[in-house]
T-cell receptor, first 115, second 114 residues
Framework: DAKTTQPTSMDCAEGRAANLPCNHSTISGNEYVYWYRQIHSQGPQYIIHGLKNNETNEMASLIITEDRKSSTLILPHATLRDTAVYYCIVRPNNAGGTSYGKLTFGQGTILTVHP | GAVVSQHPSWVICKSGTSVKIECRSLDFQATTMFWYRQFPKQSLMLMATSNEGSKATYEQGVEKDKFLINHASLTLSTLTVTSAHPEDSSFYIC??????????FGSGTRLTVV
């Protein structure tokens, strides 16, 4: 599985955009990039995922570099409720492989949104 | 949207007893379910992957005889922690996948073994 590298922690002011980077330099061509977040003592919440193109939904935007070796999750207007651990995950898409479908979590980024 | 219900949300049990945790997909059929364990201030660690009607695939280092997984239907998977000990105290989380695309997590179960 491709490994991801994320900063341990980040701060963001309420109302400002939060840009969370993720490095996945060993990603292969058929692997997706997923982002989840986990608020304390809850299950992870899906945010967004993408393969090659940039993606946007009601929660966030995902910017993937052209070489796909890194990506950035953007929360356009962070609120206090966005304080959480954010996980960037690369998911294999090889149906014949032993790791098909598994989400392997790294340490994530602790995002703290302050007033 | 896809909803996964996990029950109980917390449980306290005596050392040596067994505890069963249920994971249900409420509005979709889950071809695959995953079980994770999370210790305080650590990330989620995948324990096993289960597909409906077949035996679970356990990650390296996870004792299959201690953590029994049953995935008898497309909407229900159970994790039974057998002969629980204090070191099994953890936050257990399930995840359900619909045809390998899209993963929804349960709210987790806090297990405390005393």
């Amino acid at each position: 599985d491709a490994k991801t590298t994320q900063p341990t922690s980040m701060d963001c002011a309420e109302g400002r955009a939060a840009n969370l980077p993720c490095n996945h330099s060993t990603i292969s061509g058929n692997e997706y990039v997923y982002w989840y977040r986990q608020i304390h003592s809850q299950g992870p919440q899906y945010i967004i995922h993408g393969l090659k193109n940039n993606e946007t939904n009601e929660m966030a935007s995902l910017i993937i570099t052209e070489d796909r070796k890194s990506s950035t999750l953007i929360l356009p207007h962070a609120t206090l409720r966005d304080t959480a651990v954010y996980y960037c995950i690369v998911r294999p898409n090889n149906a014949g492989g032993t790791s098909y479908g598994k989400l392997t979590f790294g340490q994530g980024t602790i995002l703290t949104v302050h007033p | 949207g896809a909803v996964v219900s996990q029950h109980p949300s917390w449980v306290i049990c005596k050392s040596g007893t067994s505890v069963k945790i249920e994971c249900r997909s409420l509005d979709f059929q889950a071809t695959t379910m995953f079980w994770y364990r999370q210790f305080p201030k650590q990330s989620l660690m995948l324990m096993a992957t289960s597909n409906e009607g077949s035996k679970a695939t356990y990650e390296q280092g996870v004792e299959k005889d201690k953590f029994l997984i049953n995935h008898a239907s497309l909407t229900l998977s159970t994790l039974t922690v057998t002969s629980a000990h204090p070191e099994d105290s953890s936050f257990y989380i399930c995840s359900a996948s619909k045809q390998g695309d899209g993963y929804t997590f349960g709210s987790g179960t806090r297990l405390t073994v005393v």
